[in-house]
Each structure stands twice: as structure tokens, then as C-alpha cells.
């Protein structure tokens, strides 16, 4: 009888590249499942299929034929329980599928906010591919007069980087966006308030409302429709259209069902296996026992799916390999923005990690540096409308590079296109006219 | 609507100075009227771009018919075909003159212009040509405008102009009117064999023995093509010729820009591509060694086959005309601006091989930061799968890309960078994002 397959619960970025990875090292079969729909997109893409930069099929990252070249079966399905007992799966269609491993890469979903009317036709998430359809659907006619469109406006609760996609999104379609931000600032918990003007300037730039330090207290519907917004400041905003972007969460229900050992998400040992050993979770779903320093337990960016599909192929092919993702890094676009960050800056300056800030005259770059307060030592770094080169920015931050050191090698930091202007001479200078940024010991 | 009000006012003024030349016959109107039309055209695109924040806008690229193979996108694809039907076989269509007479139509416009140039009517090349050069300088301002703040793509952009302007239009028809009465040869010096395939035919050889300028153009086209071009890709790439100077690279980096998302992607287009541009490589090469055969004993003919008739005249034909030509310009609507490029041109060909193998240039990929959302691919105009690239962390080293450097500004994560560096570990391994981050720890 043939060896049961390893199956594959997700086909996001984690379950992918699981499946690629074990492909190179087995020769067992492999099972990809997935509910939204057989092929894998690009989740970040979305966005551009809806401003109609890109074509729906053009977010798929392998063409389709490269999946039977490298005996990947689909299986576009939904699951209804997992038996680990029985080492098998039953789908919503009755039928059931044995596995040798599985692994869970289920993702998550958006959070909601848990107020009445949240489920009204016209509020929108942006996660899924159906999202997509909903939004499309709802704000349909690109083209015509903006008069013409159904909805006019729409309210964005939560001010992340999701928040500012749909915002971009529904901008392109003449819609007026209004933003409610929980905090005083845009992206608060992650940046500063210099950080932020840069984005405001942004958001600004194409007109769209803010209203920050405020919440949703109620969503107002009329004919099952919500038609405006009330917030905690007791602002009435009317709109067409509620885009609810707070953040995402695990989706790990089905493992919970299961009796594996779930907290907010599915728990997993540094080799990524859940609390039973035949079953492995990777991606926005897995929730690290013990993250690594400076590292969060749940990180639901798109190369951790990767490195954590990387990973759990070498130990399921008979390497096992812990999950080490190194140094944090992440990036995003704001409209015309680009963020890019690398290691540890937090959004305000402690007693033991210091900030210097540059920012050029027109306000669309800036830099921010971390360091240690008595060393000198660089701890991280985000770059706004500035591209920085990776490679190096992991030697400095790994290395345990001094600000000085750092200031003496910038040049070499950027990743902007050629012929860019230089900008690291204002930045030294900015440096250099801050003699007492590090305060040495006595 | 008033805002949009303005330019068609003035297009239509172009319009009326177009009708008005054709009434009253007075020779201004033509260079009038073409100014009115730019000025227009430049006024629309300023709407167009500089009333937005600076940065990529591609909104509703695939939503507009004429952008995403929709039937505007179509007709305009019969048109421009159609067009190039008539200028190589039927230019009498487009009114040129029989012979003794004088022009009419389309060709009796630039006569006056020509006129000014170099002291003659027009032809169906000048008319052709001077529309060529129109198209690339108005679509190249607003090329600058779209990407003005990427400073690669204005550099590049008001080089591919000026190239256009000076060394493909204004100098060879002055020189061309200084140098009345004498042999003609060809005289824009960008015009690099095997591209320029009549280099060699013996008219040519024989024309440019004729004048110092002539020996000078012969010394320099094949310094051109021995050393300049070898040399040059192998510092930068290919791109110092496709996407910098080249004529045909100059349009489709212009005017060609709202269809540079519609070119065949694809693995299968790929290999098709490898086959047809080496083919054509080889074709060039056989064509033109029979010439020089020819030349060099005196003979019109090898082995029983007329040198003309067997090699040059279908070379011509196929290649020179239906496909640089016909194919390569009329099907840009449906098959993206590089048709030529990727699938034809000798000359991308032969850079192309040093630039695979021997070249410092390559597009590198910036750590683990790709998110596959396939915004490189889409707009890559050779239709070059940069994602796949990109999102296993490898530097791109194609033999095709013409270092345009689109790729690297639509990506939203700053994942693409095109440089030139040392050939060693130019071509990255594939490897897995944990080993590539370990390595540079």
C-alpha cells in the first residue's frame, strides 16, 4: 500500500513553500489543500488587481502548470475536522484524507470589532480573495463620473498598514476615505510622531481624512446598510462603505478542535511541530513557545511564512532544523511611501535605545537609527522613501556596529536606483551636529 | 470639463492648421500645426501627471481598452499595421510621388519640412521619420513626467530623445543636405550592423568610399560593432544600446509605455524568444557573409543562387521589413512594445549572449523583502518572470532584459536594484531565505 502524503492545510506564502522545499528533498507524495481557491496568490497583490495595475492572474506566483511539473497535487477543498488520532482529515464534502504529516499553514483573519451591524453587506475586510470580490462588487465602475459611483464615501477603522492598502484602493475609484486611528498618531505602536508626518503627508497628499485618539462606538445602518459611523469623539461620519482593518488574528480553530495545544494561536516548538508529533503548523497560524530575542511570538509577515516553510520541510525530510529567523525586517508602501525597517527601533526612545532622526528638506526621507545610549552601538534602522540594502544593514545591526562606525560606511547602505542623489553626506552632517547623541561613560 | 477643455481646444486648433495646409497650401502650416499638437499633447500630459504626488501610477492600466487588448487597443494594432503596409509597399497611398510628379496626401505635409532640412521632398522615409521622431520626443516628456522621481528614468529618458532628435533625424539630414549630388549612405551612427543589415551590401561599401565622411562612417560603424559594443555591455549591459540610444528600443520605451504590460509572459514565450532571436542572429550573419563574398570576387552569385534574390531581398522582406517593421511596431497594442527586441533583433542578440556571460550588469534582489506580488513581471516589457527571480532571492541575469529599470520602480517592498559589479557570484545559487540570511550574519 502506498505511504500516506504529506498533507498541507494552506496555500498561502508558509504552505507553499513548504511544499516546494519538501519537494526537493522527497519523494513522497505531496497534498496542497486549500478553500479560497486551488492556485496560490500573492495576498499583498490583491491591491493591485482592484487599482487595475495588474491582471487576476498575473498575482499568481508559479504559472499553473508548475504544479503537476513538480507533482504538488491541489486539492481545492474545506475542512471540517482533523482526527490526529486516526492521522486523517474530513472534509466538508464527506470525504476524508489520510496523512503521514500534515501541516497546518491556515493563516489568519482579520480581527473584528464586535459592535452591532458589523456584518451588514457593506462592511468590508481585506484578507481573502472574496474580500476582494466584495469590495469590487460594492464599488464597481471604474471610469465613470465620480457622481456615478455608489459609494461616495467610506470609513476605514484602524490605521495599519492594511488600512492604508484599502485606502489606496477605494482613492483610485474617486472615493472619499476617512481613517479612524486609535492612536494619536498614525501607526502609533510602531513609529514616532516625526515617522508619521511623513505618512500624513502622504495621506494628505491624497486627500484623505484622518481622525485620530478615537474608536468606533457604533455603526449606524439604515434598510441593513450601515450609512455612517459614530466614533468616541462622537463624530458622525456618514458613508456607503466600512473597511474594518485592525489587525489580523490566527486562525487556529481547527487545531483547537483537534485537542492540539493552542493559545492564540497553534503552539509550536522550535522545530514548528504542534503538541502532537505528527502534526507541524507554520505561518500567521503558529504561535512560537520560545521566539527568539527581539522576536514575537505570532509574526504575521509574509517572509516568516517563508523561512517557516523553509524549516519545516528539512525537519519533515529527516534534517530537523529549529526555526531561526534571524534578524527582524519588514517593509511597506504607504501610498507613495516606501518603509523599510531592520532590526529593533522601537516607536519611542527608552533609557536603553536612543534614537537619532534625519529627515531631508521636503520631508518625503527620513531616517531613523537606534542605538544603545552608552555604546554607541546600532540596535536597528528604518528608512522612509529611502531604500536600504539588507545584506548590509544585517552586517551593521548583527555586527554590533557603533553609530560611528555606521556614519562611516552609510554610503554603501542604499539600494535606490542609480544616479539617486546621495543623500548620506546631510545624514553624517545631521550626525556630526549632534556631538552629544552618545553619551559615553565617565 | 473646462480643465480638459483646453487641450482639445488645441488639438482641434492643430486639427484646423492640418485641414487649413491642405486648402490654402501655405508652407508654415505643417510645422504650426505639428507644434500646436505638442504643445497640446505636453499640456495633457502635465494634467495628467504633475497634478498627482510624484510616484507610480499605473491606476486602471488593465481596466482601459486601449492598454489591456481591448478593441480600441485592436484597432489601433490594424492601424498602425495597416499603416506600415502602405509606407514599405504602397507609399503611393500615402502620396508619394509618381515618378516627374510631386507629392500629395500624407508625404505632401513634410514636404515643406523637408524642404528646410535638406533642400528636397519629402519621401515616404522623411515623412515616416519625422513622425518616428515626434512620437518619441512628446511621449518621452511625458515619460519624464510619469517617472519624475526616479532620476534613472529621466537620465535615461532625455538620452533616448536627444539620440533620436540629433543623431537619427537633424544630423543626417543636414549632412545629408550638405552632401547633395553625392552617393547616399547611411549616416545615423547608432545604426549598428547586424541591426543596420545593409551595412555591408556592396552599395553601401561602395557609396562610402566615396567621401571622407563616408570612410568615416565605414571606420566608426565597424568600430561600432568590433569594440564599442562588446566593451560597452560588458560594463553595463545591453542597456547602454536598447534602453538608452536604440531607435526602436527609443519608441517602445516612449510612446510604446501604455503597452509595455502586453507582451507574451510566459515560459513558453521564452523559449519561443531563445529560438526566433538566435535564428535571426544566424540569418544576418549568413546574409552578410554572402555579401562580402560577393563583394569581395565580383560576383553576384553563390552556388547557382543570386546573392540579391536568394539573401538580401528575402532577408529584407521577412526580417527588415514584416518584422522590425510591420510586426515589430503594428502589433504593439497586442503584443506588448518588444516584440522585435525580444523576439528578432540581431544586434539585442548578439549583446545579449555577452550580457548572459560576460557582463557586469545584473538586477540584484535585496534580501528577503519580495512579497510575489508580481508588479516586476507585469510591467517587465521583454516579459521577463522577474518574480520568479525575486521571490527566490536570485539576482536577475537574463540575456534579454534591456535594463529599462521599470521593474525596480514599481516594486513597492524596494526589492530590485540594476547595478554593475564584479562577475564573481554574479548568478546567485537557489537558495532558502534562512541559508541566505545566516550567510550575511
Not at chain 1, 525597517?341 to 537609527?369: C, L, M, N
Not at chain 2, 510645422?31 to 504626488?53: E, G, K, M
Not at chain 2, 545584473?362 to 518572470?385: A, K, L, P
Request: aromatic share 12%; hydrophobic share 40%; charged share 15%.
Amino acid at each position: 500500500m502506498q505511504k500516506s502524503p504529506i498533507l498541507i492545510i494552506g496555500n498561502g506564502i508558509s504552505g507553499v513553500t513548504a511544499a516546494r522545499e519538501l519537494r526537493k528533498r522527497t519523494q513522497q507524495r505531496i497534498v496542497l489543500l486549500s478553500e479560497e481557491g486551488p492556485y496560490m496568490i500573492s495576498r499583498p497583490a490583491l491591491m493591485y488587481v482592484y487599482m487595475g495595475h495588474m491582471p487576476a492572474h498575473q498575482i499568481e506566483p508559479y504559472e499553473r502548470n508548475f504544479w503537476s511539473k513538480n507533482r504538488i497535487e491541489l486539492l481545492h477543498a474545506s475542512v471540517q475536522s482533523i482526527d490526529p488520532q486516526a492521522k486523517a482529515i474530513r472534509l466538508t464534502d464527506g470525504r476524508e484524507v489520510s496523512y503521514d504529516q500534515l501541516i497546518l499553514a491556515t493563516g489568519s483573519r482579520p480581527k473584528a470589532l464586535g459592535l452591532a451591524n458589523e456584518n451588514a453587506p457593506n462592511v468590508v475586510q481585506l484578507y481573502h480573495w472574496h474580500d476582494l470580490e466584495k469590495i469590487e462588487s460594492l464599488t464597481h465602475s471604474f471610469g465613470a463620473s465620480p457622481t456615478d459611483y455608489k459609494v461616495r464615501q467610506a470609513v476605514i477603522v484602524g490605521g495599519g498598514l492594511i488600512g492604508v492598502e484599502l485606502a489606496e484602493m477605494l482613492h483610485t475609484r474617486g472615493i472619499q476615505v476617512t481613517m479612524i486611528i486609535r492612536d494619536a498618531h498614525f501607526w502609533g505602536s510602531q513609529i514616532d510622531a516625526q515617522e508619521a508626518a511623513l505618512i500624513q503627508q502622504q495621506l494628505e497628499a491624497h486627500h484623505i481624512h484622518t481622525i485620530y485618539s478615537s474608536s468606533v462606538e457604533a455603526l449606524t445602518c439604515e434598510d441593513g446598510r450601515v450609512i455612517a459611523v459614530r466614533t468616541s469623539g462622537q463624530e458622525t461620519v456618514p458613508c456607503q462603505l466600512v473597511g474594518i482593518t485592525i489587525g489580523v488574528e490566527p486562525q487556529s480553530a481547527l487545531a483547537h478542535e483537534a485537542g492540539i495545544a493552542c493559545e492564540k494561536g497553534i503552539l509550536v516548538d522550535d522545530r514548528l511541530c504542534t503538541s502532537d508529533p505528527h502534526i507541524y503548523a507554520i505561518g500567521d497560524c503558529a504561535q512560537l513557545r520560545h521566539p527568539g530575542p527581539d522576536r514575537k511570538s505570532i509574526e504575521a509577515v509574509w517572509y516568516t511564512g517563508k523561512m517557516m516553510g523553509e524549516t519545516v520541510a528539512r525537519s519533515i525530510a529527516g534534517e530537523p532544523t529549529s526555526y531561526d529567523p534571524g534578524l527582524w525586517f519588514n517593509s511597506a508602501k504607504f501610498f507613495q511611501l516606501e518603509y523599510q525597517t531592520y532590526g529593533r527601533v522601537s516607536a519611542q526612545p527608552s533609557e536603553h535605545e536612543h534614537h537619532f532622526f534625519w529627515r531631508d528638506a521636503s520631508g518625503r526621507q527620513a531616517i531613523k537609527v537606534s542605538f544603545q545610549p552608552h555604546t554607541g552601538r546600532v540596535l536597528g534602522l528604518n528608512s522612509w522613501g529611502v531604500r536600504m540594502r539588507q545584506e548590509r544593514a544585517q552586517v551593521a545591526i548583527l555586527g554590533g556596529w557603533t553609530m560611528d562606525e555606521l556614519m562611516q560606511q552609510l554610503s554603501s547602505f542604499f539600494f535606490d536606483s542609480e544616479f539617486t542623489p546621495s543623500i548620506h553626506h546631510a545624514i553624517v552632517a545631521e550626525y556630526i551636529a549632534q556631538p552629544d547623541l552618545i553619551s559615553h561613560p565617565q | 470639463m473646462s480643465a480638459l477643455f483646453r487641450p482639445l481646444a488645441m488639438y482641434l486648433s492643430g486639427l484646423i492648421l492640418i485641414i487649413s495646409f491642405y486648402i490654402l497650401h501655405r508652407a508654415w502650416l505643417p510645422a504650426a500645426a505639428l507644434l500646436v499638437i505638442a504643445v497640446a499633447f505636453v499640456w495633457q500630459s502635465q494634467r495628467d501627471y504633475l497634478t498627482r504626488p510624484a510616484g507610480i501610477v499605473h491606476h486602471g492600466v488593465f481596466f482601459k481598452d486601449i492598454s489591456s487588448r481591448g478593441a480600441v487597443g485592436w484597432a489601433l494594432g490594424f492601424l498602425l499595421t495597416a499603416l506600415y503596409v502602405c509606407l514599405y509597399w504602397f507609399p503611393a497611398l500615402l502620396g508619394k510621388a509618381p515618378a516627374g510628379g510631386s507629392n500629395t496626401g500624407f508625404i505632401h505635409f513634410f514636404d515643406a519640412i523637408s524642404m528646410q532640412l535638406n533642400g528636397q521632398a519629402a519621401t515616404e522615409w522623411f515623412a515616416y521619420g519625422t513622425c518616428y521622431t515626434y512620437l518619441i520626443v512628446l511621449f518621452g516628456i511625458r515619460f519624464i513626467m510619469k517617472y519624475r522621481h526616479n532620476v534613472y528614468h529621466r537620465r535615461r529618458t532625455v538620452v533616448i530623445i536627444l539620440s533620436q532628435l540629433i543623431l537619427a533625424y537633424f544630423l543626417p539630414e543636414i549632412l545629408e543636405s550638405f552632401s547633395q549630388g553625392q552617393a547616399y549612405f547611411d549616416k545615423d551612427i547608432k545604426n549598428i550592423w547586424p541591426l543596420n543589415y545593409d551595412f555591408f551590401y556592396t552599395w553601401h561599401l561602395d557609396n562610402m568610399q566615396t567621401s571622407s565622411l563616408g570612410m568615416f562612417y565605414f571606420v566608426v560603424g565597424l568600430a561600432m560593432f568590433l569594440v564599442v559594443t562588446p566593451v560597452l555591455t560588458y560594463l553595463v549591459g545591453k542597456r547602454w544600446y536598447c534602453s538608452w540610444i536604440c531607435g526602436c528600443g527609443g519608441l517602445a520605451e516612449t510612446t510604446g509605455d501604455n503597452f509595455r504590460q502586453n507582451g507574451p509572459k510566459g515560459v513558453l514565450a521564452w523559449k519561443i524568444e531563445r529560438i526566433s532571436i538566435h535564428v535571426v542572429l544566424v540569418l544576418v550573419t549568413v546574409m552578410t557573409a554572402v555579401t562580402l563574398y560577393g563583394y569581395f570576387s565580383g560576383t553576384d552569385e553563390i552556388a547557382g543562387l543570386s546573392i540579391y534574390a536568394h539573401f538580401q531581398k528575402p532577408y529584407g522582406f521577412f526580417i527588415g521589413a514584416l518584422f522590425s517593421g510591420v510586426a515589430g511596431v503594428g502589433f504593439y497594442p497586442l503584443l506588448g512594445t518588444r516584440i522585435w527586441c525580444r523576439f528578432g533583433c540581431p544586434m539585442a542578440a548578439y549583446m545579449g549572449i555577452i550580457q548572459r556571460f560576460k557582463s557586469r550588469f545584473r538586477i540584484t534582489t535585496n534580501g528577503g523583502q519580495c512579497i510575489s506580488c508580481g508588479n516586476c513581471s507585469t510591467y517587465c516589457e521583454m516579459g521577463i518572470d522577474v518574480r520568479a527571480y525575486a521571490q527566490k532571492q536570485q539576482n536577475i541575469v537574463r540575456a534579454s532584459c534591456v535594463g529599462c529599470g521599470v521593474c525596480a520602480s514599481v516594486c513597492p517592498r524596494g526589492v530590485l536594484k540594476l547595478e554593475n559589479g564584479p562577475l564573481a557570484n554574479r548568478i546567485s545559487p537557489d537558495e532558502p531565505l534562512i541559508d541566505l540570511l545566516q550567510r550575511t550574519k
